[in-house]
């Protein structure tokens, strides 16, 4: 049995992909750990669960990995095919359950701590900001929050955003841009330097 090659761009993650259809289980296991925390941090933007998102992502891999053999290089990456796996279960948890308060902390892996030296009225403040965030994005609508979750938490381009979510790039762009509103509408009170501060927008 050979080493697995560990992915580093298309050509590499394509080369293990072709070990793993041999039936090679390290290369499975390398494919696994390449991709893992990715399609964690997706599915966890998306159903607010760590359970949940724990299950959708063991979901995406078995499927993903069952129907390897169905992957073609040629139509997508297998990054955006992945990934339209996990969106697509996530849909499936979220129109069948009620979604509960975000873990913001774990949303976009952003960490908002005040700064030790802050007074406490900065510190409420702040907490407040944070809250109103935490209700701007739940209240978006889920084909907002996918796409929205999708370019900013996981750095995809329109074009790879509008194929995961079955739609057309310009769609894609204009989910964005709605998102992008609606959060900024809903912030303002807090100021937009706060919006751009924490989803770099």
Same mark, same amino acid.
């Given at each position: 049995m050979t080493e697995p090659i560990i992915p580093a761009g298309a050509d590499e993650i394509n080369a293990l992909i072709q070990t793993c259809l041999t039936g090679d289980q390290t290369a499975y296991t390398a494919l696994y750990d390449h991709f893992a925390t990715g399609i964690y941090r997706l599915c966890y933007s998306l159903v607010f669960q760590r359970q949940d998102a724990e299950d959708v992502m063991q979901e *995406? #891999?078995?499927?993903a990995f $069952?129907?390897?053999?169905? #992957?073609?290089? &040629?139509? @997508? &990456? #297998? $990054? *955006?095919?992945?990934? *339209?796996? @996990?969106? &697509?279960?996530?849909?499936?948890?979220y129109r069948r359950k009620r979604l509960p308060n975000i873990d913001f902390s774990q949303l976009f892996r952003l960490e908002i701590a005040a700064p030790r030296s802050e007074r406490p009225e900065?510190?409420?403040?702040? $907490? @407040? @900001?944070?809250?109103a965030l935490r209700q701007a994005l739940s209240s978006l609508t889920p084909p907002l929050r996918e796409a929205v979750v999708l370019r900013y938490g996981h750095g995809l381009t329109y074009r790879e955003i509008a194929e995961v979510m079955g739609c057309p790039a310009k769609t894609a762009e204009s989910r964005i841009r709605l998102a992008h509103q609606h959060l900024k509408h809903i912030l303002q009170a807090h100021g937009q330097g706060l919006l751009e501060e924490l989803l770099s927008f």
């Open positions: *995406t #891999f078995v499927y $069952k129907n390897l053999h169905r #992957f073609d290089p &040629s139509r @997508a &990456s #297998f $990054k *955006t095919w992945l990934y *339209t796996i @996990a969106v &697509s279960r996530c849909r499936n948890t900065a510190e409420l403040a702040r $907490k @407040a @900001a944070e809250d």
